[in-house]
Nanobody, 114 residues
Framework: QVQLVESGGGLVQAGGSLRLSCAAS????????MGWYRQAPGNQREYVAS???????NYSDYVKGRFTISRDSAKNTVYLQMNNLKPEDTAVYYC????????WGQGTQVTVSS
């Protein structure tokens, strides 16, 4: 079992920045990759970014160049630095851990005002 706890969401004006954190606990040695997804009201959950055990990163086209995913392996924590935020980035952001199955955090709200 893997447990995920997100933090760092909030309200920010367009053009501002936020950093999300996701702390993993439990069977962290079984995690192959961690990532972030988001879900806006009325929309399906969509992929944002991910980082593999080897450190390779990937981003959706919507956030490439604005968001940066990183990790602190000693703390079993993944971060999402979000810069130049836009109102369309408003969503609940979910942390994901991929093992033989997917684990999800409880979500953290990010609201970007125009």
């Amino acid at each position: 079992q893997v447990q995920l706890v997100e933090s760092g969401g909030g309200l920010v004006q367009a053009g501002g920045s936020l950093r999300l954190s996701c702390a993993a606990s439990g069977r962290t040695d079984s995690i192959n990759a961690m990532g972030w997804y988001r879900q806006a009201p009325g929309n399906q959950r969509e992929y944002v970014a991910s980082i593999t055990r080897a450190g390779s990163t990937n981003y959706s086209d919507y956030v490439k160049g604005r968001f940066t995913i990183s990790r602190d392996s000693a703390k079993n924590t993944v971060y999402l630095q979000m810069n130049n935020l836009k109102p369309e980035d408003t969503a609940v952001y979910y942390c994901n851990a991929a093992t033989w199955r997917n684990y999800w955090g409880q979500g953290t709200q990010v609201t970007v005002s125009s």
